[in-house]
């Protein structure tokens, strides 16, 4: 499996190809799926570009997307969109349009409250499992971690990142049984990428992890880094 990541916390500043709106989102979305993603993850963007976790506003963006695709739309639930915990829980128990599912990191405050509600609410958790801090070792004693959808183990190390990775899937030994997606960002982004193809593991791509090609060459969409990725992981000869 290949998720398009669609914008991430990215806004204007990261050019024009970063889809910020919710026809943007769906015109990209469309396209990515096209190329080959089969899993959406988006940020909703208030109109000023700012990521929310606002029912109207995720509410909007998944209608959007669902109007031009038919794959599995997830969301964040990043704390940078709400950072009180309280707030951030009654954020997502007042969404009136469900995601498919919803990323959740597992190092930031409240976040076995907030997952707990999602699955309580019939939506998938990606437990997002980041290098570099505790997320690992507090998942590996959760009663959660059977219920997740799957793991997003995301490298947060750009410069070593291939053995930031391995480190990674060490700690999280048999991630209670639940599948896992691994992937980096920016320059560590192309090489976890290239190494989860070979561990046969689900991978992503997209504007929110890189802006750039293997070759470094700046990418025109994400429809360009999913088929670039179907290449460089293999998942192209796997599904021919």
């Known amino acids: 499996m290949v998720q398009v990541c669609l914008n991430g916390p990215r806004g204007a500043a990261?050019?024009?190809?970063?889809?910020?709106?919710?026809?943007?989102?769906?015109?990209?979305?469309?396209?990515a799926v096209a190329a080959g993603a089969t899993d959406i993850h988006v940020h909703p963007k208030t109109p000023c570009g700012q990521d929310s976790l606002s029912p109207r506003v995720v509410a909007a963006t998944l209608e959007a997307i669902r109007a031009r695709v038919s794959v599995p739309v997830g969301v964040t639930t990043g704390a940078w969109a709400e950072p009180d915990p309280t707030a951030r829980l009654a954020r997502v128990r007042s969404w009136t349009v469900l995601p498919d599912h919803a990323s959740v990191n597992w190092h930031e405050p409240g976040a076995e409250s907030l997952a707990a509600a999602l699955i309580d609410r019939g939506v998938g958790v990606e437990a997002g499992i980041w290098s570099g801090t505790d997320a690992a070792e507090?998942?590996?004693?959760?009663?959660?971690?059977?219920?997740?959808?799957r793991v997003l183990a995301e490298v947060t190390d750009t410069e070593t990142a291939e053995a930031s990775a391995r480190a990674l899937l060490t700690e999280l030994g048999g991630a209670h049984g639940r599948p896992v997606l691994l992937h980096g960002e920016d320059g560590g982004a192309w090489p976890v990428l290239?190494?989860?193809?070979?561990?046969?593991?689900?991978t992503r791509i997209g504007l929110e992890d890189t802006l750039v090609l293997p070759d470094g060459e700046r990418a025109t969409s994400n429809a360009q880094l999913v088929a670039e990725a179907l290449v460089q992981s293999g998942w192209s000869q796997r599904s021919s």
């Open 14 to 31: 990261d050019g024009t190809v970063v889809p910020l709106t919710p026809s943007a989102m769906a015109e990209s979305a469309a396209e």
């Open 138 to 149: 507090r998942f590996a004693v959760s009663a959660l971690g059977p219920k997740v959808l």
């Open 194 to 202: 290239r190494l989860a193809g070979r561990l046969g593991l689900a």
